[in-house]
């Protein structure tokens, strides 16, 4: 006992000592939540956040955490968690069917499928291998989704990052085309015939004509080397059959549902589920999200409505989130989605509790890796999250690891900034987590 203290004095000393440290830290925080919203990079921006101490079962910060904004990439997230759930250990690439003479294939959308990220293609072994008639039945009447999702950009249908989504995608619905020393390289190089050389030295160099696919260069005085295009089977449904066609220079015939009345139909898997979430989540690629919505959907409902499965998700995985929540495709692109930091909270928990805590934390890019590369080099502890960035709109949810062994989930959502660049509100929640790492 310290000298000339009263026994009983102890233990309220000992309280007040407690209440202290807690107020401390409390206060850290919001000078730490204050500094971010009062960032020049923030001035007039909406502000959303919410941490969650896991270790300690409480909420160490929130501000408009019940708010809406539009996630971007975030929406990702829900794209994993839709993986995770419903396409097994490894995606579902075609439905197999075959009697004497005929094999039936039906594409269930796989993007993997003659994706250059991926060599596994078992469906292209098996074509090569057969000695029985190839049919693909390439639609179903049953489905209902656009080449677009819901609220994408339609002046968008040039850039990479906007493939359309389909039944049977094929080479990541993508034209790759690689120039160098005057010659032009292109893949699939089904494609090199639809190219026009306008022979100017203006202009974007590689697009494609709005409606078909035709594809102008003005190549002659552009420093740039690759380039990748979508092409388009909205205007040629027959198109994933005519490359699948010219890559394995075999006879492949189209029908429509004749699959149906052969039985006895099984489903060849592809790769490991797992594997195209990191890549996903690593470069924040739209094209992987929402072909796993459709796969999901064929899944779970039988036919493609991403649409009536998302419905579907809402009302049962994600029933008791803390705010409804408007979920419109699997990448973010839409600007119909609208979520709040305290849901991707409750959404990262959940994810967590159902699917391992391993095997979520392999799946989210670290920090300093993938979209946080340039970021959270020197994390005091470790991060594990997901970006998302439109047009004024940031976003970053995950889970932290402190050097104090307490394991904090945050959501920090920010709508309507008018920063010239995105890196200098990136920049601002960094020190802001950093801060707050620290303190817990």
Not at 71 to 78: C, F, R
Not at 271 to 299: C, G
């Amino acid at each position: 006992m310290v000298k000339g203290l009263r026994k009983g004095v102890v233990a309220p000393l000992y309280l007040l000592s407690i209440v202290f440290i807690v107020l401390l830290s409390a206060c850290s925080i919001q000078k730490a939540q204050k500094t971010l919203l009062q960032t020049t990079a923030l001035k007039g921006a909406h502000v959303g956040i919410a941490v969650y101490n896991d270790t300690k079962q409480a909420w160490i910060d929130q501000y408009q955490s019940d708010h809406y904004f539009t996630p971007a990439s975030n929406t990702k997230i829900l794209a994993t968690y839709v993986g995770l759930k419903y396409l097994g250990d490894s995606l579902p690439g075609f439905s197999m069917a075959e009697n004497a003479d005929t094999l039936f294939l039906t594409p269930l959308g796989d993007p993997s499928f003659l994706h250059p990220d991926f060599t596994y293609q078992p469906v292209v072994d098996l074509i090569r291998q057969t000695t029985k008639q190839i049919v693909i039945t390439a639609t179903k009447n049953t489905d209902h989704f656009e080449a677009f999702g819901d609220g994408w950009a339609w002046n968008d249908y040039n850039e990479d990052y906007q493939p359309e989504r389909s039944r049977m995608p094929i080479y990541g619905n993508l034209v790759h085309f690689n120039q160098e020393a005057g010659k032009v390289a292109v893949r699939p190089n089904y494609f090199f015939k639809h190219i026009v050389d306008l022979n100017a030295a203006s202009g974007k160099n590689w697009t494609r004509k709005k409606v078909g696919n035709v594809f102008y260069t003005t190549n002659q005085k552009n420093t740039e080397t690759y380039f990748q295009v979508p092409f388009s089977q909205y205007f040629e449904p027959i198109l994933p059959i005519q490359l699948l066609k010219d890559t394995l220079k075999k006879q492949i015939h189209y029908a429509y549902g004749i699959h149906r009345m052969v039985g006895n139909e099984k489903i060849i898997k592809t790769v490991p589920t797992d594997s195209l979430l990191k890549i996903m989540m690593s470069r924040s690629d739209n094209f992987f999200a929402d072909q796993i919505l459709l796969m999901a959907s064929e899944q779970f409902l039988g036919n493609m409505d991403d649409a009536a499965f998302i419905d579907t998700v809402i009302k049962t995985e994600f029933i008791d989130l803390p705010q409804p929540m408007r979920w419109a495709d699997g990448s973010g692109l839409s600007r119909y989605n609208l979520n709040t930091p305290e849901n991707y909270i409750a959404i990262l928990k959940q994810m967590q509790a159902k699917y391992g805590e391993s095997r979520v934390r392999n799946i989210f890019e670290k920090g300093g890796e993938g979209t946080l590369s340039a970021y959270y080099k020197n994390f005091p502890g470790s991060i594990y999250a997901k970006t998302g960035t439109l047009g004024g709109q940031i976003a970053l949810s995950g889970f932290i690891y402190t050097q104090h062994d307490q394991k904090l989930y945050f959501s920090v959502l920010v709508a309507n900034h008018m920063s010239k660049t995105t890196s200098a509100v990136r920049k601002a929640v960094e020190a802001y987590l950093v801060k707050l790492a620290s303190k817990n």
